[in-house]
């Protein structure tokens, strides 16, 4: 996440679509123009990661109270649910182009009220608004490619927006860190958001709705004029027959299974083909964001002070790296998804998932345990005013380490010498703080000084390299397959919701967790869940690589299991075998 799908596409499809964006520029003038949706989605749930370590030096509250920093990260996933509905309204009722410019307007408005905030609610309620911009987008651009485009290159384009997606988190964090030593910090970061906002509304001013929603609407010849800069002359006919015979489809079904909302959920669950469906799709979404995928994405330079580097911008730097792998996997899953099948990447990449949360539950466990000790004599040094004051009542502060002191709501004051030496325990204000750094120490609030620290990040990034190929991306795929055309919107918004809250969900209690249970029994805890969420996967989504939409509601009709699971008979009935 993370979270907003893309098309795939095969690398025939990707030389055609070079081939053709070359020939007709405006094709890519496009795609770009409404893919900056995705890179606001991506610098959104990134930048708030570095931006938080800044807010809580400024704003003694949000440094005390886990729950205040849980709130403002996990609000403008809450406006992305609410902005991902009332975007798919804004979508039917006026257009594609109408809900980005609109999604542009709240997100642009969020960011300035964010920049400007004098108290932190403040920043919670810019949260909120950026979250709409952002569920808004992450539906409504993707849409709007794949109805502008031709259907040659059209998993090609679409996948332009998930790489900027994953290419938005990684510009976060180069932002994150341009602006750790300029005045303002955090505002600045959150800030910048507007930019992009403001010109993909320029742009857009200038682009034409979708084609589709203007056939839709009756208005052929705007659709008609549309296609003619899309298509070759000679092709432009065709598509429109084809974009007629479409909607027309699409129109019929309406009719059979009723217009309203509830209706159509109602009528989805009775479906025995769409419920086997919807079991596997809600699956994979649920389990993309149970891996704990968006506690790294949310919070990355956090969990990197957890690891023992309390510097702001050393955080941030290594923090870098799990954004890049993050981009880098987005390309391996495009180049190989089609090659191995959407189920056999899952489950690849599930067993690497549980494996590397495992062993990084294992290192900060170590970590807490090996944890440098509190010294008496350096805590006295900073005088009595500034100890803990838990430690100072404390019946058994000899045996206190680091950890002790941490969980005491505390500070570690570095030895002057060396950070895996005995230090202090310290109150933890802003001046105390001061009083640490001022002689050259370092102030540790997070995570304890470890040997531990970068083996901790290296394990991060094969975390990241393994989840970004395969759940990060495919679990989108597999939605935009599995179901019945004409259940395919309603059930991919269930998905989709289930999605959004699942990651809701994670990153509002992911804080509280650390606190509860040490960083390495949460990893420990999602490692649990992602073993029970791949025994789903095993059991509940079959491959649906190179299978027409026909041949997959077959496959759930039958009833799909897995191959160890098939008697001699049933091994017949699938073109396709999976692991």
């Known amino acids: 996440m993370v979270e907003g799908g893309f098309a795939t596409a095969d690398k025939t499809e990707f030389t055609e679509c070079w081939r053709t964006v070359w020939k007709t520029p405006y094709i890519m003038r496009l795609a770009l123009s409404a893919g900056i949706g995705g890179l606001l989605f991506g610098y959104d749930t990134g930048v708030i ?48 182009r109408v809900a980005i410019l609109g999604a542009d307007v709240v997100f642009f408005f969020g960011a300035v009220v964010m920049a400007v905030a004098p108290k932190p609610w403040v920043i919670v309620i810019g949260r909120i608004f ?13 849409l709007y490619i ?43 970061m959150l800030g910048v958001a507007g930019v992009p906002a403001l010109v993909q509304f320029v742009l857009m001013l200038s682009l034409p709705e979708s084609p589709r929603w203007l056939y839709r609407k009756d208005r052929v010849d705007e659709a008609r004029a549309i296609l003619e800069k899309i298509y070759p002359a000679h092709e432009v006919e065709n598509e429109l027959n084809a974009l007629k015979s479409s909607v027309e489809a699409e129109k019929a079904d309406e009719a059979a299974i009723g217009e309203g909302m509830i209706t159509k959920v109602m009528g989805a669950f009775k479906n025995k083909v769409v419920r086997r469906g919807l079991y596997a799709g809600i699956t994979v979404q649920v389990a993309q964001q149970f891996v704990g995928i968006n506690t790294v994405m949310y919070y990355a330079p956090t969990i990197v002070q957890f690891a023992g580097f309390a510097s702001n911008s050393v955080a941030l730097t290594l923090s870098l790296i799990t954004s890049g792998l993050n981009v880098i996997g987005s390309i391996v899953s495009m180049c190989f998804v089609d090659r191995y099948g959407r189920r056999r990447l899952m489950i690849i990449s599930m067993i690497g998932i549980i494996s590397f949360l495992v062993i990084l539950s294992v290192v900060f466990i170590e970590a807490s345990d090996h944890a440098p000790k509190v ?39 570095s030895n002057a010498v060396s950070e895996t030496h005995p230090g202090a325990c310290l109150d933890s204000t802003k001046a105390i703080r001061g009083d640490c750094r001022a002689e050259k120490r370092v102030f540790f609030e997070k995570g304890c000084p470890s040997r531990f620290g970068f083996l901790a990040v290296i394990l991060l990034g094969l975390y990241i390299i393994s989840y970004s190929p395969g759940m990060g991306t495919v679990p989108w795929i597999v939605n935009s397959e599995i179901y019945p055309l004409r259940y395919r919107g309603v059930c991919g918004g269930i998905a989709a919701v289930s999605n959004w809250c699942s990651n809701l969900i ?30 789903f996967i095993y059991f509940l989504v079959p491959e649906t690589k190179g299978l027409q939409f026909e041949e997959v509601e077959k496959l759930l009709e039958d009833g799909y299991k897995p191959r160890l699971f098939r008697g001699k008979k049933e091994k017949s009935k699938y073109r396709v075998e999976s692991a």
């Open 146 to 188: 794949s109805e502008a485009s031709p259907a040659r290159i059209r998993g090609a384009l679409v996948s332009t927006n998930g790489l900027l997606i994953t290419g938005g988190q990684f510009l976060s964090y180069l932002i994150n860190l341009g602006f750790t030593k300029v005045p303002g910090t955090w505002r600045w």
């Open 130 to 142: 950026v979250g709409l911009g952002v569920g808004m987008a992450s539906m409504t651009a993707p």
């Open 375 to 413: 010294s008496g004599i350096e805590t006295a040094h900073f005088g009595t005013n500034s100890t803990c004051p838990r430690f100072l009542t404390a019946s058994d502060a000899s045996r206190w380490s680091c950890m002790t002191c941490l969980k005491a709501h505390c500070g570690f004051c």
């Open 49 to 96: 990661s570095g931006a938080l370590l800044y807010i809580r030096d400024d704003f003694e509250d949000v440094d005390r109270k886990t729950w205040l920093q849980e709130t403002i990260v996990s609000m403008a996933v809450a406006g992305a649910i609410v902005g991902a509905a009332f975007g798919g309204y804004i979508n039917d009722r006026w257009g594609r």
């Open 506 to 535: 994670v990153s509002e209690s992911y804080l509280s967790l650390t606190e509860a249970l040490g960083a390495g029994g949460t990893f420990f805890l999602f490692a649990g869940i992602s073993t029970i969420s791949l025994t």
